[in-house]
């Protein structure tokens, strides 16, 4: 039942992404963006699955942005197997918020603790 579980509250993409290199450069874009007024939504945060870095902030329009990095690369050589996460903190910031660089959300996908969990 997806429509229990998200509420995006506007029509649209929620995100798009880009590949930066490591932590460090995430942390280095984030400084920038704050030195020149940009808003920052969420993170420095790891994602559970996809194993990935990221932080997001509002282009100019208003649209949600992502800089990532660090995310699982599945190859022949580096396998993986699909599970399903639970709808829970540690899906979405595997840190707890510890990194980010902005003041962290009530948690769950309407704000109030860990509703929605699978």
């Known amino acids: 039942m997806r429509e229990a579980t998200y509420a995006p ?3 649209g993409m929620e995100h798009f ?12 874009a984030a400084r920038y963006l704050q030195d020149r007024g940009v808003e920052i939504v ?3 945060g790891k994602h559970g699955p996809g194993e990935n870095l990221f932080l997001v902030f ?5 649209n949600y942005c992502e800089f990532y990095a660090e995310m699982v690369q599945v190859t022949p ?8 996460w639970r ?15 902005v003041p962290a959300p009530d948690w769950g996908p309407r ?3 860990q ?3 699978a």
């Open 9 to 11: 509250g506007r029509p």
């Open 17 to 28: 992404s880009y590949e930066l290199g490591s932590l460090a450069e995430i942390e280095d």
């Open 42 to 44: 969420r993170g420095i």
């Open 58 to 62: 509002k282009d100019p329009d208003g």
């Open 77 to 84: 050589e580096q396998p993986h197997t699909a599970r399903v």
């Open 87 to 101: 709808n829970d903190l540690a899906a979405f910031d595997q840190w707890h918020f510890s990194r980010f660089v």
């Open 111 to 113: 704000g109030g603790g």
């Open 115 to 117: 509703e929605g969990q």
